[in-house]
């Protein structure tokens, strides 16, 4: 069974960092494009950042600048570091991977989200 799981999230101030993981567990063939999604409350799941296999990237206008979307396809593991934190980032985060998983085909797969607060 293929399952992601987050880590990182927390409280933070306002101008602080966090660093997000996701680690990918289970029987899997390969690993295609991963991302960082968000959802902050009474507002649509949105994406935050995606990275392809070969590592290209593409991130939402707001967080241009301020978060970095990386992995390590070693470890299985997809990673956001954010920067210059605000509180329109406060929001729970979901990690996203689009896995070929074995025996059970090609699908997306969700983490169960880790919370991100930016608060004084």
């Known amino acids: 069974q293929v399952q992601l799981v987050e880590s990182g999230g927390g409280l933070v101030q306002p101008g602080g960092s966090l660093r997000l993981s996701c680690a990918v567990s289970?029987?899997?063939?390969?690993?295609?494009?991963m991302g960082w999604y968000r959802q902050a409350p009474g507002k649509q799941r949105e994406l935050v950042a995606k990275?392809?296999?070969?590592?290209?990237?593409n991130y939402a206008d707001s967080v241009k600048g301020r978060f970095t979307i990386s992995r390590d396809n070693a470890r299985k593991t997809v990673y956001l570091q954010m920067n210059s934190l605000n509180a329109d980032d406060t929001a729970v985060y979901y990690c996203?991977?689009?896995?070929?998983?074995?025996?059970?085909?090609?699908?997306?797969?969700w983490g169960q989200g880790t919370q991100v607060t930016v608060s004084s």
């Open positions: 996203n991977a689009l896995i070929a998983g074995l025996g059970s085909g090609l699908r997306d797969y």
């Open positions: 990275i392809s296999s070969s590592g290209s990237t």
């Open positions: 289970g029987s899997i063939l390969n690993i295609y494009a």
